[in-house]
């Protein structure tokens, strides 16, 4: 289970800060990030980052979004400054689990991000 927290509402240019908590033990070889879906817009990735600290960007967020995680509280987080008023969106927490053949994948129940001008 992922349990998503940090969202509201913030002017632009301003900061927020996400987390997301996996509850449980996780595979070792996984990866944790953000997706985020607009109104009339399909889901889209964000930031994503391993368990070995490789992290990968959206072009739209690099240089002023910056992921971040904790393993040993399986914890992803998400700093997001300069903030405009197209990262307006539900921002959902990913966990993805590598186990040989299998992959699993599972969402956190999203966090509203509006940025107001």
């Known amino acids: 289970q992922l349990q998503a927290s940090g969202g509201g509402l913030v002017q632009t240019g301003g900061s927020l800060s996400l987390s997301c908590v996996a509850s449980?033990?996780?595979?070792?070889?996984?990866?944790m990030g953000w997706y985020r879906q607009a109104p009339g817009k399909q889901r889209e990735l964000v930031a994503v980052i391993t368990n070995s600290a490789r992290e990968t960007y959206a072009d739209s967020v690099k240089g002023r979004f910056t992921i971040s995680r904790d393993n040993a509280k399986n914890t992803v987080y998400l700093q997001m400054n300069a903030l405009k008023l197209e990262d307006t969106a539900v921002y959902y927490c990913?966990?993805?689990?590598?186990?040989?053949?299998?992959?699993?994948?599972?969402w956190g129940q999203g966090t509203q991000v509006t940025v107001s001008s």
């Open positions: 449980g033990s996780i595979a070792s070889n996984n990866g």
């Open positions: 990913n966990l993805v689990l590598f186990m040989g053949v299998t992959t699993r994948v599972y």
